[in-house]
């Protein structure tokens, strides 16, 4: 890949050409002309000849794809960049390689008076139990860690660490020996995400705002909180992205609303909406999620946090202040609450005044029939994370271990969702399953459970307009005159239509229907290497040697 540059300053107009462009508005488009934060043209190698002269750069694409970039609809980017720098046990498959990566970290930081990690899944060690509070003492020598689930909704700490929560033993979800949750769980992370200082959280952020960018991704929504992360964590993370050359980041702060007031302080915080994580329910993996019938591995159905009343006060208030709504829900009894919660604010404020509102509803694993039907009415756009599946599908998964295998293989109905016409947002919730957007295309377009599986073409269009659709970006996510100039280049080998349903597959590599191809995605197929990732126009990231 090669470039011009003429004038002696920052390119203004760029030419693109030699490649393949993925765009609506020419299904055969191999060039691409940018003016400033936008594009400007789309179409043939042929007719970009005309504008060769007049340009300020041109870029030869040496046959690469362009892409809109991704945008990933749920992540934690503080987390997620502590995990890249830090202790990170995702994928560690033993309690004894997980105390010996402890006992490695704990020796590589003798300076740091807290130790944060992430990532434990004991779901199918070999010791078949997590670790010890002992155990871990030992390992940390003795200083204070905390050590979160995969699933962030719970957490193992040390002696040392719950001796600096005082009253932490009689809060709601603590219980001596086991995994902390709830109320026990989030004392014991503020404790130890108050240890950061602004030098290391300023390095986590800027790694994951970098990592993200190396893989394509120019829009992150931060899903932030009382119960996840401070305000100064969120109003940081939001500073900095404004001022760095790296993806956008869209805030949400998920705090109840039930006044002007409530609103206007959300608002301050620079946040789009009292959205992202407002814990309805917990999680699947730390049995925290609120299910209608008890767990098929535990005596009990998880809990709601909030419900249908507290679920509508925030849903119509919200509204009335013109703010996005939206909470975390995963469980069918969680889902059901919101549902209904939202019906009842519609009753209160108007069904159009809802729809219009964009309100939003995170990971949605467990929806029925009517669960779906009324995300539809009331334009509920579904932020969900195909990794979900990948990593804890299938009838041997961590899903079936929870709820058995006939309750789990409902799970994440992408089909059904799309097909009712609800909005879709793809994204990771990162740190819990790392970045990486074809992954997540390739997860649902190949789900576990084969009549939940969506087209590639649908599963990229969720990872790209869809995630800015969610935040009131109608023309961005697509590569059209006119359109935010964000999108990557690829390195990639054939380009294809897969979809579940051979017939439409068939239909849609006809050259009559007009379909732009994608990457093949199959399961071991390699997936396309991100070259560049351009944000309004901005090269925010360009891989080496390129």
Known sequence: MSERTAHGHEPRTVLLRGGEVHSPADPFATAMVTQGGSIAWVGSESAADSFADGVDETVHLDGALVTPSFTDAHVHTTATGLALTGLDLTGVQSLRDALARIRDYAASRPGDRML?????????????????????????????????????????VTTALLELVPGVAQLTGFADGEPLTRDAHHAVRDRAHASLTPERRAEAQRAALGHAASLGIGDLHECAGPGISGEDDFTALLSLAADANGPRVHGYWAEPVTSPADAARIRELGALGAAGDLFADGSLGSRTAHLKAPYADAPHNGGGYLDADAIAAHVAACT????????????????????????????????????????????????????????????????????????????????????????????????????????????????????????????????????????????????????????????GGVLVPGAPADYALWRTGELLVQAPDLRVANWSTDPRSGTPGLPDLTPGAQLPLCLRTVVAGRTVYERPNE
């Open 116 to 156: 944060l990690g992430h990532g434990w899944d004991a779901t199918h060690w070999p010791e078949g139990r997590h670790p010890a509070r002992a155990e871990l003492d030992e390992a940390a020598g003795g200083r204070p860690l905390y050590l979160s689930r995969t699933d962030v909704h719970s957490a193992l």
């Open 320 to 475: 009335e202040a013109g703010l996005q709504a939206g909470f975390h829900a995963i469980g069918d009894a969680a889902l059901t609450a919101v549902a209904e919660g939202v019906r009842a604010a519609a009753d209160r404020v108007g069904t159009d005044r809802v729809r219009a509102a964009r309100h939003r509803v995170e990971h949605a694993e467990m929806p029925d029939a009517e669960v779906i039907a009324a995300f539809a009415e009331f334009a509920l756009t579904a932020s969900v994370q195909p990794g979900f599946d990948a990593a804890w599908g299938g009838t041997e998964g961590m899903y079936a271990a929870r709820l058995g295998a006939e309750r789990a293989a409902g799970l994440n109905p992408y089909a059904a969702l799309q097909r009712a016409g609800v909005p879709l947002a793809f994204g990771s919730d990162s740190p819990v399953i790392p970045l990486g957007p074809w992954e997540a295309v390739r997860a649902a377009a190949f789900h576990r459970t084969p009549e939940h599986r969506i087209s590639v073409r649908g599963g990229f269009t969720a990872h790209t307009r869809g995630g800015r659709r969610a935040v009131g970006s109608d023309d």
